[in-house]
């Protein structure tokens, strides 16, 4: 069991910058490769990046890579994704998961096992 919460979204305006977290409490948090995921209203929940258990891998959709950089500190249970050159587009509540599958499937929302309540994130133009 895994339970993750998420904080550090807000209000912000076009090309600023957010860093959202995740902290994971439980077993076995080293175990599981990490995703952050974002939800539009009116619209399907989307990949945003990942990273592999031990840190060594990287996984971002397009509309995210070279704004945006996942990372992790496992000795702090914590996921965290630094948002830069934010744009409105970007606004959604953002999710982060715990990823059950193998690596080929790290970009598939239905390999994601244990989910934190979500973090709202508002880009003003």
């Known amino acids: 069991q895994v339970q993750l919460v998420e904080s550090g979204g807000g209000l912000v305006q076009a090309g600023g910058s957010l860093r959202l977290s995740c902290a994971a409490s439980?077993?076995?948090?080293?175990?599981?490769?990490m995703g952050w995921f974002r939800q539009a209203p009116g619209k399907e929940r989307d990949f945003v990046a990942a990273?592999?258990?031990?840190?060594?891998?990287?996984y971002y959709a397009d509309s995210v890579k070279g704004r945006f950089t996942i990372s992790r500190d496992n000795a702090k249970n914590t996921v965290y994704l630094q948002m830069n050159s934010l744009k409105p587009e970007d606004t959604a509540v953002y999710y982060c998961?715990?990823?059950?599958?193998?690596?080929?499937?790290?970009?598939?929302?239905?390999?994601?096992?244990?989910w934190g309540q979500g973090t709202q994130v508002t880009v003003s133009s």
């Open positions: 439980g077993r076995s948090f080293t175990s599981y490769s």
């Open positions: 998961a715990a990823h059950i599958g193998v690596t080929t499937t790290i970009r598939n929302r239905a390999q994601y096992y244990y």
């Open positions: 990273i592999i258990w031990s840190g060594t891998g990287t």
